[in-house]
């Protein structure tokens, strides 16, 4: 159910919402079952494209991260967003009895996991891991990713669209803060805690 949804959501969004609202899941099972495996995309693919292929700028020379280190940096990747699904979902569940939804954990965590899907999957680019690419999927996934916010929280929350409109923007608010948050924290991590190490293409 949980594939059918994950392609149901970028086919025909508003439909397949009103489907996710009338389905209830564990928080265990969203975290295990859903964004367990959401998440190991975008890790395991930059994992592999960075120590098979490396990073390039512009298409020019290639450097590659070595196994170890680049299998620090996945791990420690993957479990950020375990923690950054966590966070926003705790946000959201704080934020919406001020537009005056009524729903629980379970429900904001599937609206986090299901709108952040398009960005999960554009991990995938992850296995050719040239800058100007990664660059253009990752903000094409950001646009629809927001789409999804727009029109999958006044059906989940089931509050009017014109307050759903300001919910949506202080939920992207907080989801964009999220995201500078985690490349900052990855910056700190890879040069300090987690230092990167690199070798010749």
């Known amino acids: 159910m949980f594939f059918q949804h994950m392609m149901g959501i970028l086919y025909h969004p508003k439909a397949e919402w009103n489907q996710i609202k009338n389905e209830h899941y564990s928080t265990a099972h969203v975290f295990l079952q859903q964004i367990s495996l959401l998440a190991a995309i975008p890790a395991v693919s930059l994992y592999i494209g960075t120590t098979q292929i490396g990073w ?4 020019g020379e290639f450097v590659k991260l070595q196994s170890s280190s680049a299998f620090m ?4 990747f993957y479990f ?4 950054a699904c966590g966070f926003i979902a705790y946000s959201i569940r704080w934020m919406e009895k001020t537009y005056g939804g009524s729903i629980s954990f379970e ?3 599937l609206l986090t996991t299901y709108t ?4 999960f999957l554009a991990g995938i680019v992850g296995l050719y891991p040239m800058l100007w690419l990664n660059v253009m999927v990752g903000l094409a996934a950001v646009c629809y ?5 727009y029109t999958g929280v006044p059906i989940i929350m089931n509050i009017p669209e014109e307050r759903a409109f300001m919910f ?3 939920v992207l ?3 964009l803060c999220v995201l500078v948050g985690l490349i900052v924290t990855s910056v700190i991590l890879w040069s300090t805690v987690i230092p990167l190490s690199y070798i010749a293409g």
Do not use: K
């Open 56 to 59: 390039s700028i512009a298409g």
């Open 73 to 76: 940096a996945a791990v420690a």
């Open 80 to 83: 950020a967003m375990w923690a």
């Open 107 to 109: 429900d904001c965590l």
């Open 116 to 119: 952040a899907t398009p960005m």
């Open 145 to 149: 990713s927001v789409y999804l916010l």
């Open 168 to 170: 949506s923007t202080s």
């Open 173 to 175: 608010t907080v989801g």
